[in-house]
């Protein structure tokens, strides 16, 4: 099937990670000389530094509030937030693949109690509650695997020493956030910062410094590789601690230049909010399109999930990819005839547009 020129966007790049880095990106990595140097000297140590400034800025972080980074990207947080951030026990909400894989690496930690898991069905959220004895409340702002989003705020009646812990993935840049909320927002850069994977990011509130000090220094053993402590000093000093993925770090400063010299995370937000309504309210419209995230006050302004009646997805994610629109097709754990389009910062608004009258195109051909 051939879909009109006309009405083809101008970067068929949809996936929800990794996700679209603009070409402008690309030709500019291609003209820097930094790839290739040493993670130890002053270009990279200042291209780090950079980034850290910038999350600093787009964040409006509190004095107090430190930028750390890793290498292993958000998968390897999970861990590393099991070994160093969760003394005793834990609490996650588990709405989606992402939220319930962190769970799972804290149920199968032996030096941990037992987490408490509360989940709901996919497609919503359920809230954290308020536990004697849970030192850490982790949940996922964005759940990529379903286009739920979730509020980030302390939880009402929890223990004073206890930590919130969130999984800003897919959100961070494109989602706005109180940090004063979170001790900890952790995120990878290839979602929505259109960077490419291989890095996590940590926000970390004085509280959660004081943490992991505490329990890098309780005699805990900690793989060397996952020791946030380590970060923290790597990360004070502009450096990681073993080599990052360059390129990555090029991509995510890039993006928030380009970001800053927008005007912000409110821009960037607006501009996510722009394109998802757009497929939200074609769906809505649509005879065939149901936006699978029924509350408005949780879908995603980044991940936006729709539900197909009356044709295959999987026809429909077929026939585009044929003609370069790629990356739409639900998330397989869901199992579900539903599309996943993700509308991060990078994408067009009109791209989105074009997006939507390429998918009826493409239905009433299949029809
Ligand atoms: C993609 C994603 C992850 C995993 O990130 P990796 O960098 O691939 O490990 C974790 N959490 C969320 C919410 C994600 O979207």
Not at 98 to 106: D, E, L, M, Q, Y
Not at 141 to 160: I, L, Y
């Amino acid at each position: 099937m051939q879909i009109p020129k006309k009405l083809l966007p101008s970067d068929g790049r949809f996936g929800s990670g990794p996700s679209k880095v603009p070409h402008e990106a690309m030709e500019a990595l291609a003209s820097s000389s930094v790839i290739g140097t040493s993670h130890r000297q002053e270009p990279v140590r200042a291209l780090v530094g950079s980034v850290r400034e910038q999350l600093r800025a787009l964040f409006s972080l509190p004095d107090d509030y430190e930028v750390v980074l890793g290498v292993g990207g958000s998968t390897a947080f999970f861990d590393a937030a099991t070994f160093g951030l969760v003394r005793e026990r834990s609490q996650h909400l588990a709405f989606g693949e992402f939220g319930a894989k962190f769970a799972k690496a804290t149920s199968r930690a032996p030096f941990l109690g037992e987490p408490t898991v509360l989940s709901s069905e996919p497609g919503t959220h359920p809230d954290a509650q308020a536990e004697s004895g849970i030192d850490v409340y982790a949940w996922t702002h964005n759940e990529t695997s379903t286009g739920v989003t979730a509020p980030v705020r302390r939880v009402e009646g929890a223990d004073a020493d206890s930590l919130v812990v969130i999984d800003g993935t897919s959100a961070a840049g494109g989602i706005p956030v109180d940090i004063t909320q979170s001790d900890v927002y952790f995120f990878a850069p290839q979602k929505a910062l259109a960077s490419d994977a291989g890095l996590w990011f940590a926000i970390m509130s004085p509280a959660a410094l004081a943490r992991v000090e505490e329990i890098a220094t309780s005699g805990r053993w900690i793989p060397a590789f996952l020791d946030l402590a380590a970060a923290v000093e790597s990360s004070r000093k502009d450096q990681t601690y073993n080599t990052p993925p360059l390129a990555s770090l090029f991509w995510t400063d890039h993006q928030l230049r380009w970001i800053h010299d927008n005007g912000g995370l409110p821009w960037s937000v607006s501009r996510c909010e722009d394109s998802s309504s757009r497929l939200y309210g074609w769906a809505e419209q649509s005879s065939y399109a149901t936006p699978f995230v029924a509350d408005p006050g949780k879908q995603s302004p980044t991940v936006v999930t729709i539900d197909l009646a009356g044709v295959e997805a999987s026809a429909v994610s077929a026939a585009l990819r044929d003609n370069g629109i790629v990356d739409v097709d639900g998330y397989r754990g869901l199992g579900r005839n539903q599309l996943r389009i993700a509308t991060f910062p990078a994408i067009e608004p009109d791209d989105v547009s074009a997006l939507a009258r390429c998918l009826d195109y493409v239905v009433e051909q299949l029809g």
